[in-house]
């Protein structure tokens, strides 16, 4: 699926990554992939080979791209290398001072809006929205790298340790760790994607795996958010279907019961009704035959239910909800792809990296995108974030 088209200028030798602009999917992209802590990547070049070190092999940082900024963030980081269990006792936590802290700088704002002190506490909340947005950006992130690592998948560091000699290899895989967390439904469509934006079929011989080819960095990074937001969308799309699904149970059983209105309120407890809410299909996802006196539903698949889509259910579905989800989005990948100083990333950069390394990126970006929507419900209903108009 295209879900982008941005036109990058010509003359333009270093780019930022963002998802606020749409990407067109390369014929042959290219991938990278990293290893757990305490292992390392490693990039071949011609008979040499090159160990990529990870510079957070000691304890005081977690193996990602994107360093944490904010106190929260770094405080979380300690907890998740220090004491794992405790770590969603202490998101919640932290959610909830930050929520406290940039409503009370609201609150003294609109207490002093007719004083002398007005521009000062309007400019002081200003100034704690920034804070807490850095903050909450943080813990999102973390609670993604968790995710990650409850399926024992770490992400892929900067590429700018690991390119040696123009050459990117890393292994091992973890194909079936990341296809792990889908549906069968969503993970055929997870394959297709990754056929169209590597050209490798998912029966792909092991030769096939392991050939190279050339993609300059920047379309590398295309690719990568364009995946993350594949898996945002694929998320959204699921639990629309599901959700509707649902409904649609609930109403063919009203004549026999009165508990439509209490099913419904149990779905919107879950946050769910914004996908509902936002002009449902006219298809109908479910119908019913008249075969036995329990009545059998046969349930449209995910994928024509996805076709089905008009341009404007689409849009819904594939639009991130936050902009701090637009921002992390950004951060992560310039932190990937660019160079370190300044999350720049150089245009006419060309890698050369196999096949198997391009589905290991493509496969990862998928399943952030998939994690960071469920990140992004949870915090959202401690902290509200802001709406990405």
């Known amino acids: 699926m295209d879900l982008a088209t941005t036109t990058l200028p010509s003359r333009s030798l270093y780019f930022y990554f963002s998802p606020k602009t749409t990407l067109t999917f390369p014929t042959k992209p290219t991938v990278v992939s990293f290893k757990p802590r305490g292992v ?10 090159h160990h990529c070190e990870s510079s957070s092999s000691s304890n005081s940082s977690l193996n990602s791209p994107l360093e944490q900024r904010s106190q929260a963030g770094k405080f979380l980081s300690s907890v998740l290398q220090n004491h794992r269990q405790l770590f969603h006792v202490a998101v919640t936590e932290e959610l909830k001072l930050l929520a406290d802290d940039r409503n009370a700088a609201v609150s003294r704002m609109l207490l002093s809006s007719h004083s002398d002190e007005a521009s000062l506490h309007r400019r002081i909340a200003q100034l704690k929205e920034h804070e807490c947005q850095i903050a909450v950006q943080d813990v999102m992130y973390l609670s993604i790298f968790y995710k990650f690592s409850e399926i024992k998948v770490p992400l892929v560091p900067r590429l700018s340790r690991c390119v040696y ?3 990117l290899e890393i292994w091992p895989s973890k194909d079936w760790e990341l296809e792990s967390i889908h549906s069968l439904e969503v993970l055929d469509m997870v394959k297709e994607h990754v056929t169209a934006v590597t050209g490798l079929r998912a029966d792909s011989s092991v030769t096939e795996n392991w050939a190279t080819t050339k993609i300059t960095r920047l379309m590398l990074g295309q690719v990568y958010v364009a995946s993350i937001l594949y898996g945002y969308f694929l998320k959204s799309a ?3 279907h599901c959700l509707e699904r649902t409904v649609g149970l ?7 019961s009165h508990k439509t209105s209490l099913h419904f309120q149990e779905l919107c407890s879950y946050g769910l009704e914004a996908l509902l809410f936002g002009r449902v299909s006219n298809r109908q996802s479910v119908s019913c035959s008249q075969g036995s006196s329990n009545s059998e539903m046969k349930l449209e698949p995910l994928k024509c239910y996805v076709m089905g889509f008009d341009p404007e259910t689409l849009q819904r579905c594939a639009k991130l909800k936050s902009k701090e989800a637009v921002n992390l989005i950004e951060s992560h990948s310039s ?7 300044t999350g720049l990333v150089q245009n006419d950069e060309v890698i050369l990296t196999s096949f198997s390394s391009m589905k290991r990126l493509v496969l990862e970006a998928v399943a952030f995108g998939s994690f960071l929507w469920d990140t992004e419900e949870y915090v959202d209903n401690l902290y509200k974030l802001k709406v990405n108009n």
Not at 41 to 48: C, L, T
Not at 335 to 341: I, M, P, R, S, Y
Request: glycine share 10%; hydrophobic share 45%; proline share 0%.
């Open 238 to 240: 699921l639990l629309r």
């Open 250 to 256: 609930a109403n063919q059983d009203l004549h026999l």
């Open 335 to 341: 932190a990937l792809f660019g160079d370190e100083k």
């Open 40 to 49: 390392s990547v490693i990039a071949s070049a011609g008979a040499s080979s």
């Open 165 to 167: 000699n123009g050459r």
